[in-house]
């Protein structure tokens, strides 16, 4: 299992989500690499691991693209619950030496504020060096 180097930060999301194309008649999935970094990708291969997949945004939907990308309440609720998942996929498989995706549907939540979670998170890369 490949370690992380990276912890991906809310302005990363949103130029990631602003710079989206919407309109390619593609549908757009957010995932967190294993490397730590964030990506959208339109299609996931058999043999490609992402530990955080957010369910696919439909194209031409509006969860992608500069409007999207400029709304703070948007981002910062997609950078919250991406970041529950990215903490729950070090609970529940990388700690236990796991390989595993964490789907995001916006049913998993946490009690933790984004302060928090990065907290957390960083403890845990911490545990990996």
Request: proline share 2%; net charge negative.
């Amino acid at each position: 299992m490949k370690k992380p180097n990276h912890l991906f930060t809310k302005d990363e999301l949103q130029k990631l989500i602003y710079n989206a194309d919407d309109f390619k008649g593609m549908h757009s999935i957010l995932v967190v690499r294993p490397d730590g970094y964030l990506d959208i990708v339109n299609d996931i291969a058999d043999d490609q691991h992402y530990p955080v997949q957010h369910t696919a945004f439909d194209a031409g939907a509006g969860y992608v693209g500069k409007e999207a990308g400029s709304d703070e309440t948007y981002i910062e609720s997609l950078y919250h619950e991406t970041l529950v998942g990215w903490l729950h996929y070090f609970e529940r498989y990388f700690a236990r030496k796991k390989e595993g995706t964490v789907y995001l549907d916006g049913s998993l939540d946490s009690d933790l504020d984004d302060s928090e979670l990065v907290s957390r998170i960083k403890q845990a890369y911490a545990k990996l060096r």
